[in-house]
C-alpha cells in the first residue's frame, strides 16, 4: 500500500463516497444502523478507492478502514456491488505488487486445504456430468505454412451444481479433481508422467497408487524440500523424481521428458500471456508423440450483462497486484486459441463447473477463517489474513454472480509426425 495525499485526490474522494453510498443504497447494503452490513471505520477508504477503484476498496478493507461481521457478509457484499455493475472511477495510479511468485508457501496453504497440501478447487460427488461433442472454430500455427479445417470437433463436459457442501468435503472434492484429470490423459500402470509444476504432493501420491512413473517440477528449493518431506511421511520417499527448476524454461524442458502424460494444477491462471505462452510451449516440448496434457485451471466466464462483467475484471485486479502478479483469467476461447495458435497442440475436451468452483472457495474460505488463529501463530499478521479473506471472498462472490468456470482440459499434439 501507498500514502495517499493531494487536493485533487481528496476531492475525488468526496466524489468515491457518494459514488459508493449510492451503489450500496441500489443494493440495499447498509452502512449505518446497528445491523449495518458495512462499517467505515475511516474515511481514508474513500482516498484508496478513488486511486484505485476496486483495488483500493480492497486495501481498505485490509488496513481495518472497513469491516464486515464475517467472510459470509463480505461475500454477500461484494456480489451485491457486483450485480449493480459497481466500477468506481480512479486515477491511473496501480499498486505495486507486494508478493510474489505463483506457489503458495505450504505453511500457509495448510490452512484452507481438504488435505492439508493442495491449493486447488475440487469437484463434488453430486451434480451430474453431460457430455455432448461441439463444433468449434479451429485457430491455425501463428507460422504455419498450411491452413487446417476451418472448424473442428471438441468434448464439452458441462457439470451440474452439487447438491450439498460440507466442509468435511473439501479432501473429497480435491483429491476427486486429481482423479479425474489422471483418468483425463490416461494415467496408469507404466504412463510415465510429469506434474509441472508440484501441486503439493497429494497429485503424484494420487498417481503413483495407479503404477504411474511420476516426475514433478518443484519451482524452488524450499518447495522440492517440503515436497520431499511430504512424500517421506507418506512412505514415497524413493517413488518420485523431484527436480528444480523454472516453470517453462526451454533449456530445462529439453533435458527432461518426454513423457506420456502432463499434468498441471491451477497454474495457467496465475502467470501472464506471455509466461502462458511459455509454459504450454514447454509441455509441448516434453510431451511424446501420442500424449495428453491434462489442465485443470479456473477461467473467467462472460457473464451476459457487460457492467457486470466489467465489474467482475476489475474486482479481481487485487489478485493481480497483491496475490499472484500479472494473474490474468483467461475466457474458454482465448484459452483455446491461445493454445492452438502458440503451440502445436490443441484441446479435444474441456469441461465446465461453475458451481463446483464456487462452493470448493466457499469451503476453502470458510476453513481458512477457521484457523485465523493457527494462522497467526505461522507468522501471517492481520493485514495478510485479511488479504487472504479478501482474494477468497471476491473470487467467491465473481464466481456467484457467473464470472469464473472451473475447467479441465486436454490437449494432445496436432500433428504426429515425432518429438517437436
Known amino acids: 500500500m501507498q500514502p495517499l495525499d493531494g487536493f485533487a485526490l481528496k476531492t475525488r474522494a468526496r466524489l468515491a463516497e457518494a459514488e459508493f453510498a449510492r451503489a450500496c443504497d441500489a443494493t440495499g447494503v447498509t452502512l449505518s444502523g446497528d445491523d449495518a452490513d458495512i462499517l467505515v471505520n475511516h474515511e481514508r477508504l474513500f482516498e484508496r478507492i478513488a486511486a484505485a477503484g476496486w483495488t483500493g476498496l480492497a486495501e481498505g478493507y485490509m488496513a481495518g478502514e472497513w469491516s464486515v461481521t464475517s467472510s459470509d457478509v463480505l461475500v454477500e457484499v461484494i456480489a451485491k456491488l457486483l450485480g449493480q455493475g459497481y466500477v468506481p472511477r480512479r486515477t491511473s495510479w496501480k499498486p505495486r505488487p507486494e508478493t510474489v511468485g505463483a506457489m503458495l508457501p505450504s505453511s500457509l496453504v495448510q490452512h484452507f486445504s481438504g488435505d492439508r497440501v493442495s491449493a486447488f478447487q475440487g469437484h463434488f460427488a453430486t451434480g451430474v456430468a453431460t457430455t455432448e461433442r461441439k463444433l468449434t472454430k479451429s485457430y491455425p500455427e501463428q507460422r504455419a505454412k498450411q491452413r487446417g479445417a476451418k472448424r473442428r470437433y471438441i468434448d464439452v463436459t458441462t457439470y451440474e451444481a452439487p447438491l450439498d457442501a460440507d466442509r468435511a468435503d473439501l479432501g473429497d472434492i480435491q483429491a476427486r479433481s486429481a482423479q479425474q484429470l489422471l483418468d483425463l490423459v490416461g494415467a496408469?500402470?507404466?504412463?510415465?508422467?510429469?506434474?509441472?509444476?508440484?501441486?503439493?504432493?497429494?497429485?503424484?501420491?494420487?498417481?503413483?497408487?495407479?503404477?504411474?512413473?511420476v516426475d514433478t517440477l518443484a519451482i524452488s528449493h524450499d518447495s522440492a524440500a517440503h515436497?520431499?518431506?511430504?512424500?517421506?511421511?507418506?512412505?514415497?520417499?524413493?517413488d518420485v523424481r523431484v527436480a528444480v527448476g523454472k516453470l517453462g524454461d526451454a533449456q530445462w524442458a529439453q533435458q527432461h521428458g518426454p513423457y506420456d502424460a502432463i499434468v498441471s494444477f491451477s497454474q495457467l491462471e496465475s502467470c501472464p500471456k506471455r509466461d502462458k505462452v511459455q509454459y504450454l510451449r514447454a509441455m509441448d516440448r516434453m510431451l511424446l508423440p501420442g500424449g495428453r496434457i491434462g489442465v485443470q485451471s479456473v477461467m473467467a466466464r462472460r457473464v451476459q450483462s457487460k457492467s457486470v462483467n466489467r465489474a467482475c475484471r476489475s474486482a479481481l485486479q487485487v489478485l493481480g497486484a497483491y496475490?499472484?502478479?500479472?494473474?490474468?483469467?483467461?475466457y474458454e476461447v482465448d484459452f483455446l486459441k491461445l493454445v492452438e495458435q502458440q503451440t502445436h497442440l490443441q484441446a479435444i475436451s474441456i469441461s465446465r463447473a461453475p458451481e463446483h468452483l464456487r462452493l470448493s472457495i466457499r469451503l476453502q474460505r470458510q476453513m481458512f477463517e477457521g484457523r485465523l488463529r493457527e494462522a497467526a501463530a505461522d507468522g501471517y499478521d492481520e493485514v495478510f489474513r485479511r488479504l487472504w479473506l479478501w482474494q477468497f471472498a471476491v473470487r467467491e462472490a465473481v464466481a456467484s454472480v457467473g464470472g469464473l468456470d472451473l475447467a479441465q482440459a486436454v490437449l494432445v499434439r496436432k500433428h504426429r509426425g515425432g518429438r517437436r
Open 188 to 213: 496408469g500402470r507404466g504412463t510415465r508422467m510429469l506434474e509441472y509444476p508440484n501441486s503439493g504432493g497429494a497429485v503424484a501420491l494420487a498417481a503413483i497408487g495407479r503404477g504411474v512413473v
Open 323 to 330: 496475490v499472484w502478479p500479472g494473474m490474468e483469467y483467461q
Open 227 to 238: 515436497l520431499r518431506e511430504y512424500l517421506i511421511l507418506n512412505g514415497a520417499a524413493n
